[in-house]
């Protein structure tokens, strides 16, 4: 079949990891008899440095007539680069969620694996690790706290801020939705994260959610508060499938997920709207302190190609494929510096992309 994917390079190490992630793809087409058929689109910074602004409309009408979108990073270093001396509106950052709110994409899905060679880069007891924990953070992305009204106003002389928490009940069921489809394709388990014992919107998260889970009887559904699941995530992480969760509780489970994991250079991540289209990232950032070195981990951003395979192509074996070769590498002993450890042999981004490439 033929496949088209555009490609955002974006800022930083974004270019050199994006290349590395496109050379596994090549290799999985070559493999499996596909065509990939890549274009290219500028954001972020490097939008800014060639078009004026960090998201032309040729990217969101690119990225609109694709099956998908494998995105590299955006940004610089906030304190020196002169992209932060712009307003707001002009900025790196901007270009990011501009294109994310064009695009629809309301499902964000942050997976923390445990890979068994990377265990010692865990901060958790091994007894609490042994056969280790493979967890999928699912955020709602465009509502809640983060997009209600807000202000700060002084009254009497009293400065006082508000922020609002709304969600609808269409906004909860189209995420809900995603959680027991994908769950379906783990191991049917989702674990819905709230605060209904205080909060309305957590109460209709609930209810919603259980709605929802009358046609997925095949899924096991558990509810947990959110205070709840940030302790049974360092206490136990191996009782979680799917976590399903509104945005804030989301951003914050989520970071504390990779945090378990060890090393936020392999951790991918996927954004998608109602339809199977998606935009896929590593987690990390541009790594501006890195850019040009070689010394990326390409890891993050291959894991995430693999994810686009098995999300919005829906080439299970694929991504096996894919995921299967990370994991040789690994075994075989080689490793980009943020993941060295004593024994192994140290290589650069672009060997590490070959090396995966050459195990599909
Ligand atoms: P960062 O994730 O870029 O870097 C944090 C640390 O981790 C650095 O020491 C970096 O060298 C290291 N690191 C990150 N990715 C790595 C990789 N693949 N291999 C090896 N080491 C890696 O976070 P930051 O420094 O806070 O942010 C830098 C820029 O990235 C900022 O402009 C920030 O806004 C932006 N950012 C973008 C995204 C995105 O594109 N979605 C996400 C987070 C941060």
């Known amino acids: 079949m033929n496949y088209q994917i555009a490609c955002i390079p974006g800022d930083g190490i974004g270019p050199e990891i994006v290349r590395e992630a496109r050379k596994t793809l090549d290799a999985v087409a070559a493999r499996f008899g596909h065509t990939f058929t890549y274009t290219e689109l500028l954001l972020g910074g490097a939008a800014i440095d060639r078009v004026g602004v960090p998201l032309p409309d040729e990217t969101v009408s690119g990225a609109k007539s694709a099956d998908a979108v494998l995105m590299g990073s955006i940004g610089g270093n906030t304190s020196t680069s002169p992209w932060y001396q712009l307003p707001p509106q002009l900025r790196p950052e901007a270009g990011l969620l501009g294109i994310r709110k064009a695009l629809g994409l309301f499902a964000n899905l942050r997976p923390a694996f445990l890979y068994k060679e990377l265990a010692g880069a865990c901060p958790l007891k091994d007894n609490l690790i042994e056969g280790g924990f493979d967890i999928l953070i ?3 992305l465009t509502g809640g706290l983060y997009f209600g009204e ?22 909860i069921r189209r995420i809900a939705i995603k959680g027991f489809e994908i769950a379906r394709k783990r191991r049917k388990k989702v674990t819905s994260v709230d605060k209904a ?3 309305d919107s957590s109460r209709l998260w609930r209810a919603v959610v259980n709605e929802v889970a009358k046609d997925y009887l095949d899924i096991e559904l558990d509810h947990m508060l959110v205070d709840n699941a940030a302790m049974q995530l360092v206490r136990d992480p191996k009782q979680f499938d799917v976590v399903l969760t509104e ?37 990390h950032g541009s790594a501006p302190d890195i850019a040009g070195m070689n010394k990326a981990n390409p890891i993050a951003t291959i894991l995430s190609a693999s ?22 590498v690994l075994q075989d002993g080689y490793r980009t510096g943020d993941i060295f450890s004593e024994g192994c042999q140290k290589v650069g981004t672009d060997e590490m992309g070959t090396l995966i490439a050459e195990r599909i």
Do not use: H
């Open 138 to 140: 699912m955020r709602e």
């Open 150 to 171: 807000r202000n700060t106003v002084t009254e009497n002389g009293i400065r006082k801020a508000t922020d609002t928490l709304v969600y609808d009940e269409n906004e």
């Open 247 to 283: 945005n804030m509780f989301g951003d914050i489970l989520s970071d504390e997920a990779s945090m378990i994991t060890g090393s936020i250079g392999m951790l991918p991540s996927a954004s998608l709207n109602e339809t199977a289209f998606g935009l896929y990232e590593p987690s």
């Open 197 to 199: 014992n205080v909060l």
């Open 307 to 328: 994810m686009l395979l098995r999300y919005s192509l829906n080439l299970q074996t694929e991504a096996d494929a894919l995921d299967q070769a990370v994991e040789k």
